[in-house]
Each structure stands twice: as structure tokens, then as C-alpha cells.
């Protein structure tokens, strides 16, 4: 059973240019979670996707954006970047309707910005 | 989701018994207390979650006192491999959703 995966493992951009990661959940899971972790710092929740809608969203500017397609794998998408951008990007899966705080991590994309 | 409060770094031997406390004044009466545990550049992974007394798993121990204001995560004879960061975190797991965390406790066992 293949846990959550995300593509790229690493990415290099500059300022201003748009980037977009993927994910894909563990199997059995339809929501989604994005997260941000910038060095040293907790993960911050970014937004949250179910049923190919954004649910829940974190204090992030427009410039992050998602979607959801309906095999429950989810994009998250980044416009003008801007150096503090500059982080972990974490995706997480879980199945909804649990009385759990329980979430599956991928490894994370780490970007850099330039 | 409620704040939270734990130390910034704990240090410990191979073998020993470590315990982390979390402190959460201001928990709610429907809020879970999950603890996740973060290896460097990996994502976290769910160690154990309660809601009151004591939750035990093949990993940890979670206590929890009857005010639950706070709560200790309970690692028995910890290893170098469990060198890692730890995050307490409190909310209603009913609502699912996101999670906040805070900057955690880097705990570093040494041999």
C-alpha cells in the first residue's frame, strides 16, 4: 500500500515565477491537506481539499492556490514567488468523518527560491 | 484549536524513559490532544491522540490529568532513532481539517 507521494522531491525557482506540486493521497483517503514548513518552524496549515473543493483554507495570501481532481490527487499552486516562499511543502491525506487528528504525510517538495 | 505550550528541546540516554509535557490551559470540552513526531526533512507521523486518562500503543503513552490541561507523551527506552522533533497539538477532532502546530520539542538521545 503506497503511502502519500509527491512530486517534485526538490525544486529551484526564482522570484516571480509560478511553480505547482503534486501529490497523490494514501489509498482510501479523499482529503487533502497542504502545509508549509519553513527551517525550524512547525508545519503551517496552507488549506484543505475535499471532494474537489477547498474546505478549509490557513492565513495564506491568493498567490496559493489549489485543486482537487477526482481521483482525490491534488495540485497546490504557488504564483510570484517571493523568497520567503522558500520552504517544505507537505501534503497530508486522511479520511474524513474519524474522530481523529490522525493525517498521513508525504515527504515533502522543498523549494527554493532565488 | 488551542494553544500550547511545551519545551523547546529535551536531551535523554539510550534506554531511558522520556517524557514530554505539553501544557494546554485553555482546552475545550470536545478538543483531542494528538502528539506527532517529525524526523528531519520528512513529514510528520501521528504518534498517538487522547482525549483523557491514559492512551497506550506500541509506541508511546499519552497521559492526560483529569483537569486536562495538560498532558505528557511517554516514550519508553528510547533509542538514537528517536532523535527527532515532537508536537503537541489540541483540537476538536470531530471537525477533522487542519492542524496547528507549534514549534515542538527537538528531543536528541544520545548513546
Known amino acids: 500500500d503506497a503511502g502519500v507521494t509527491q512530486s517534485p522531491t526538490h525544486l529551484i525557482k526564482t522570484r516571480g515565477q509560478q511553480v505547482t506540486l503534486r501529490c497523490s493521497p494514501k489509498s482510501g483517503h479523499d482529503t487533502v491537506s497542504w502545509y508549509q514548513q519553513a527551517l525550524g518552524q512547525g508545519p503551517q496549515f496552507i488549506f484543505q481539499?475535499?471532494?474537489?473543493?477547498?474546505?478549509q483554507r490557513g492565513n495564506f495570501p491568493d498567490r496559493f492556490s489549489g485543486h482537487q481532481f477526482p481521483n482525490y490527487s491534488s495540485e497546490l499552486n504557488v504564483n510570484a514567488l517571493l523568497l520567503g516562499d522558500s520552504a517544505l511543502y507537505l501534503c497530508a491525506s486522511s479520511f474524513p468523518g474519524l474522530a481523529s487528528h490522525e493525517q498521513f504525510f508525504g515527504p515533502g517538495t522543498r523549494l527554493t527560491v532565488l | 484549536l488551542a494553544k500550547t505550550t511545551q519545551p523547546i528541546s529535551m536531551d535523554s540516554y539510550e534506554g531511558q524513559e522520556v517524557n514530554i509535557t505539553c501544557s494546554h490551559n485553555?482546552?475545550?470540552?470536545?478538543?483531542?490532544i494528538t502528539w506527532y513526531q517529525q524526523f528531519p526533512s520528512q513529514g510528520p507521523r501521528f504518534i498517538i491522540q487522547g482525549y483523557k486518562t491514559k492512551v497506550t500503543n506500541e509506541v508511546a503513552s499519552l497521559f492526560i490529568p483529569a483537569d486536562r490541561k495538560s498532558s505528557t507523551l511517554s516514550l519508553p527506552r528510547v533509542s538514537l532513532s528517536d532523535t527527532a522533533v515532537y508536537y503537541c497539538l489540541v483540537g476538536d477532532a470531530f471537525e477533522g481539517g487542519k492542524l496547528i502546530f507549534g514549534q515542538g520539542t527537538e528531543l536528541s538521545v544520545k548513546p
Open positions: 485553555n482546552i475545550a470540552t470536545n478538543d483531542y
Open positions: 481539499y475535499y471532494e474537489e473543493e477547498e474546505r
